[in-house]
């Protein structure tokens, strides 16, 4: 996976060298996700040349490139992951993982027919940074920035 980051830096690069930052990074700065809607480790929004490149950074450490050097990476934690399975499956070889999933699941309500186009974002378990519950009844809907 470090490869292909690699070559995303350098495509990168070559693109702004040619073109210029202002083609690349268009639309409104402030429309990125940034840590204050979601409070994930190290992200920051992009929004030129050197964001992007740190976002890569950030990317690669966290896991997606990352190698064993990095102990908390995605890498790192799968890998332990699969040797508690399979000590696990040593110790008890009837053991079957698994856990109640849904078929096809979304996170929002289907759209009802003649209803705003608004995006809709209700609380999830799976998601909880994306919209903290205060109570019942369920939140307004979020609008779409305009494309203006």
Not at 19 to 37: R, S, T, Y
Not at 74 to 94: I, S, V
Not at 117 to 134: D, G, K, N
Request: aromatic residues 6%.
């Amino acid at each position: 996976m470090g490869d292909l980051y690699v070559s995303l830096r350098a495509g990168l690069d070559a693109f702004c060298q040619a073109h210029g930052e202002a083609a690349l990074f268009i639309g409104a700065a402030a429309l990125q996700v940034d840590a204050q809607l979601a409070p994930l480790p190290g992200l920051r929004a992009v929004t030129d040349r050197g964001s992007a490149m740190a976002a890569l950074d950030t990317i690669v450490v966290q896991g997606e490139g990352a190698g064993a050097e990095e102990h908390d990476s995605h890498y790192c934690r799968f890998n332990r992951m699969a040797a508690e399975h399979d000590a696990h499956l040593l110790a008890k070889p009837a053991f079957e993982p698994a856990w109640p999933a849904a078929t096809n699941p979304v996170m929002n309500p289907p759209p009802t027919p003649g209803a705003s186009s608004a995006t809709q974002l209700h609380c999830s378990r799976s998601a909880p940074w994306r919209l903290r519950c205060r109570s019942p009844p369920r939140p307004a809907p979020l609008r779409r920035p305009s494309s203006t």
